[in-house]
């Protein structure tokens, strides 16, 4: 009888011990995972910063938008949108001499007129205009008087203004003249023609020679600053040019044998 209480003890002392075993196994399985969960905390927090600096860097270039520029000595040439410093097309004398820099541009691809913003302030001076196409082709260039001793290589930039000038190359010498409010012709049938809301300019060729159709005139009463526009398309086509607000202060119509003039008239006041 004693003998099997003391087996009976003996069996329940093991058992327990082993349930004891058991929970204390369970509890060290149940301890070993929070170490994930830690990681886990942990990566997003690192990562966190990266996604804002995109964005950030974006708009800067946004509102730091920089202008193309193309450069010979004493002349500098840009294009720029309307966020940069130097909107539009501007010229800028870098020199301190007796010649005066241009820049020479095409609008919009077509290359049957050329226009000229001769910049004749002194140096450190910008002169320019607002009113581009959607293509621009332009090159620095400098003049001494009215002859052109150096100029620079072109250069195309596209898309850079927030409202681009259309193309108007179908407008005939006749259509010209009912737009506008004043006209003049020269002998070799040359005429400038413009109108002063929304200011526009035309230069028309009107006869059929080897000579170059030309308006050249001032804007907004400033005497430092002369705009040309070159027709080269031939008889019958007109060259047009936009100044927004600003109005017409002296102008001439004028025929070039290439650089050489051979017709003008005197410069009229606006």
């Known amino acids: ?25 369970g509890a060290a399985a149940t301890a070993a995972p929070p170490r994930p969960a830690i990681q886990q905390v942990q990566t997003p927090a690192a990562a966190a910063p ?24 004493g002349a500098e040439a840009c294009v720029g949108p309307d966020g940069s410093d130097r909107p539009g097309i501007t010229i800028e ?10 820049v020479e541009y095409y609008l919009n691809g077509y290359l049957g007129t050329v ?3 001769h910049n004749m302030g002194r140096k450190g001076e910008v002169r320019g205009s607002r009113e581009i196409g959607k ?24 898309n850079v203004a927030k409202y681009p000038v259309k193309r108007d ?10 737009k506008s409010r004043t006209c003049s012709s020269t002998k070799a ?31 907004g009463g400033d005497p430092t600053t002369r705009y040309e526009i070159h027709q080269l398309a031939g008889v019958g086509t007109c060259g047009k040019a936009e100044h927004g607000e600003l109005s017409i202060s002296m102008y001439r119509a004028s025929a070039f ?4 003039r051979k017709a003008t008239r005197l410069y009229k006041y606006n």
């Open 1 to 25: 009888m004693r003998l099997q209480v003391a087996l009976r003890r003996t069996v329940i002392a093991a058992a327990a011990m082993m349930a004891t075993a058991f929970s204390a196994d």
């Open 50 to 73: 990266v996604p804002t600096a995109e964005p950030a860097a974006a708009s800067t270039a946004a509102t730091t938008a920089e202008p193309v520029c193309m450069r010979v000595k």
């Open 93 to 102: 004398d870098t020199a301190d001499d007796h010649r005066h820099p241009a």
């Open 115 to 117: 226009y000229v913003i």
């Open 135 to 158: 293509v621009v082709t332009f090159r620095a260039a400098l003049y001494q008087g009215n002859r052109r001793i150096k100029y620079g290589r072109w250069k195309t930039v596209q």
């Open 169 to 178: 190359t179908r407008t005939t010498p006749a259509e010209a003249r009912a």
């Open 189 to 219: 049938a040359a005429t400038i023609c413009f109108a002063e809301r929304k200011t526009f300019v035309y230069a028309c060729d009107t006869a059929a020679d080897e000579y170059q159709a030309r308006a050249e005139y001032f804007v």
């Open 257 to 260: 044998d290439h650089g050489r």
